[in-house]
Each structure stands twice: as structure tokens, then as C-alpha cells.
């Protein structure tokens, strides 16, 4: 909803959240502090740029092995990185749709404690999913907090009355990164990478990514591109959902992210990468630094300008 009608001030939305008497204004009337650099809404969401390129379907297509569920981040505030994901997807012959009918996944209303609002999140993406589940179509998710709720947590939360659908849905979720590895251990996943970060890349493992024992398959992924030695940190980010841009929270969260601050600066890495974008905000806001998704670094290494350093015949360019 807040995406819509920032899209629907024409700007205004985007310019307002730099004016300094605002945001004291913001702050006092719906507690988001003052110091939180709230990101900006593209005009135009994910959602009606990939219908415009033919993506969005209404049905499950025969031949699709995938559909993405977006997340609210990709759809209202980086289509860029839900494009990378499309775009790494279609390098390695994955045909995916994507929906427009999917809302939310519901971790907002439900850190709230407001079920009512999860459960109708719930069966719209539930309904406008099981098809695709039933097609035996993966259910591809961008951020870990959104597929550990369709994973785990709509079966266990949801009414009687949706819980068999939405095993069906959660049986077929994958986290992006997840999908791509499974094509790794098989042998085919397309490395014909041609640029790379040649070095350390600090990477940042999020707690619902790890919450859902799937290992870290976006680290696994970086390890393919040659000269990518990828050092991981573990520790919470502390941005938690709402609980980093809350006034009555924001100090607090940034001293639980202390540890997680600490040990991405210590890794001395000139790319950081972490699956969960609300952590790279917190990175940007706290250290000054932000992190790419995993996907966006498969994303760069596929061109050849994407980094500095060329690959030639699957080997780093020496200089």
C-alpha cells in the first residue's frame, strides 16, 4: 500500500523523505525516525515492467520451471535486483513467470501481532500460487524472511481451512539462490562468467536464511566465479523487519547490529553481498557501506564490464 501511493504522488514521496522538518514531522506521527534513509519508489514497479516484457502470466505456462514471488522490496523499492534475478535466471535456461496478484507475505502485520491481517495476505498469495505449486512449478523467493513465511510459517499459522493449500505452496518455495545451487550439484549451471571481483567478498548470512537449514547457497553460488573468495559473517544485522526504522528502536538496533558491522568491515572485501536487502540498509545506514544480493553479483560477473577484472577461457585475466 505504501508503494502505491508513494508511485502515486508523482515524486513527491521521494523528495519529501529529504526534507529534514518532514521528517521530524514523519517521526511524530508514525515513529519512523528521523535518521532511517528510507529508500526511494520507482516510478514504474517490477511487476508492470515485466508484464510489459511479457513475464507476468495469469496461469501457470507448460514449459515455466519457475514464477517468482517478488517480495514488497523488489516490487516497490528495487526492480533492478528482481531484474538481475530474471536475468541470471535466463542465463541459465530457467524459464520463469512472475505474478502481479502477490501481496506481502504478512512478517510485517504478523511482528505486530496482527493475524487477521497475515491471514488475508496469506490466501491472496496462497490462491494466486497453488496453481503453479500444483504444476510442480518452483515458487522462487527473493528475500529469506518472505520464503522462510511461505516455507514454514503460513502452514503452521494459517486457519484449518488453508493449511493443506498452503503445504502445496511451501513444498515448492526455494530461496533464488537455493533453485540456482540445485542446478550446481547437477552440473548444469551456466558458469560462463566474464568479469569478476578477483578477492575477498564479505558476506553477510541473514538470520531467516539461516533459520531455515538450507545452508548459504548464495555464498555457495559467488564460490563458482573464479578468483571469489567469499568470508562470511553470522552475526544479526539488527534491523529485524520494522525494529531498524522505529525512533523508539533504532538505537538499540544498531547496537545489536554492532557485531555484524564489525565483522563485514573486518573482512577488508571491496564487494559485501548479504540475500537480505533490509540488511544492506542497515549496513548502508550504519557503516556507510552496502551489500549487493549474491544474484546481483552472478548478475555483474555474466558481463564483462560488470567488475574490474576480465575472465578469459574461464581463467582471471592477468595484468
Known amino acids: 500500500r505504501a508503494g502505491a501511493l508513494a508511485r502515486a504522488s508523482l515524486g513527491t514521496a521521494n523528495v519529501a523523505k529529504k526534507i529534514k522538518p518532514l521528517r521530524v514531522i514523519q517521526e511524530k506521527v508514525i515513529g519512523i525516525d528521523r535518521r532511517y534513509p528510507q529508500p526511494d519508489f520507482p516510478r514504474v514497479p517490477f511487476a508492470k515492467r515485466q508484464k510489459k516484457a511479457g513475464h507476468v502470466v495469469s496461469a501457470p505456462r507448460p514449459d515455466d520451471e519457475a514464477v517468482l514471488f517478488p517480495t514488497c522490496?523488489?516490487?516497490?523499492?528495487?526492480?533492478?535486483?528482481?531484474?538481475?534475478?530474471?536475468?541470471?535466471?535466463?542465463?541459465?535456461?530457467?524459464?520463469?513467470?512472475?505474478?502481479?496478484?502477490?501481496?506481502?507475505?504478512?512478517?510485517?502485520?504478523?511482528?505486530q501481532g496482527d493475524l487477521e491481517t497475515l491471514v488475508q495476505k496469506a490466501e491472496r498469495n496462497i490462491a494466486a500460487l497453488l496453481p503453479h505449486a500444483e504444476a510442480d512449478q518452483r515458487i522462487l523467493v527473493v528475500n529469506p524472511t518472505c520464503s522462510m513465511m511461505l516455507r514454514h510459517e503460513y502452514p503452521r499459522l494459517l486457519p484449518?481451512?488453508?493449511?493443506?493449500?498452503?503445504?502445496?505452496?511451501?513444498?515448492?518455495?526455494?530461496?533464488?539462490?537455493?533453485?540456482?545451487?540445485?542446478?550446481?550439484?547437477?552440473?548444469?549451471?551456466?558458469?560462463?562468467?566474464?568479469?569478476?571481483?578477483?578477492?575477498?567478498v564479505a558476506y553477510h548470512a541473514p538470520c531467516h536464511l539461516r533459520a531455515q537449514g538450507i545452508g548459504f547457497r548464495g555464498r555457495d553460488l559467488m564460490?563458482?566465479?573464479?578468483?571469489?573468495?567469499?568470508?562470511?559473517?553470522?552475526?544479526?544485522?539488527?534491523?529485524?523487519?520494522?525494529?531498524?526504522?522505529?525512533?523508539?528502536?533504532?538505537?538499540?538496533?544498531k547496537?545489536?547490529?554492532?557485531?555484524?558491522?564489525?565483522?563485514?568491515?573486518?573482512?577488508?572485501?571491496?564487494?559485501?553481498?548479504?540475500?537480505?536487502?533490509?540488511?544492506?540498509?542497515?549496513?548502508?545506514?550504519?557503516?556507510?557501506?552496502?551489500?549487493?544480493h549474491p544474484i546481483q553479483v552472478l548478475a555483474r560477473a555474466i558481463k564483462p564490464d560488470g567488475f574490474p577484472t576480465r575472465i578469459v577461457d574461464g581463467e582471471v585475466e592477468q595484468t
Not at 169 to 175: E, G
Not at 258 to 273: E, P, S, T, Y
Open 73 to 111: 522490496w523488489v516490487e516497490h523499492n528495487d526492480p533492478e535486483l528482481g531484474q538481475d534475478v530474471m536475468d541470471v535466471l535466463a542465463f541459465n535456461s530457467c524459464s520463469t513467470s512472475c505474478r502481479d496478484d502477490v501481496v506481502c507475505c504478512g512478517m510485517p502485520a504478523w511482528e
Open 160 to 200: 484449518e481451512r488453508l493449511r493443506d493449500d498452503a503445504a502445496k505452496v511451501a513444498a515448492q518455495v526455494r530461496d533464488v539462490s537455493e533453485h540456482l545451487f540445485e542446478r550446481k550439484k547437477d552440473g548444469t549451471l551456466n558458469t560462463d562468467y566474464q568479469s569478476t571481483p578477483n578477492g575477498t
Open 223 to 253: 564460490r563458482t566465479i573464479p578468483g571469489v573468495k567469499p568470508r562470511m559473517t553470522m552475526e544479526c544485522s539488527g534491523h529485524d523487519g520494522t525494529y531498524g526504522l522505529k525512533a523508539k528502536s533504532w538505537e538499540d538496533s
Open 255 to 292: 547496537k545489536v547490529g554492532k557485531k555484524a558491522f564489525d565483522g563485514m568491515k573486518g573482512h577488508d572485501a571491496d564487494v559485501w553481498a548479504s540475500d537480505c536487502p533490509l540488511s544492506s540498509v542497515q549496513f548502508e545506514q550504519h557503516t556507510g557501506r552496502s551489500a549487493l
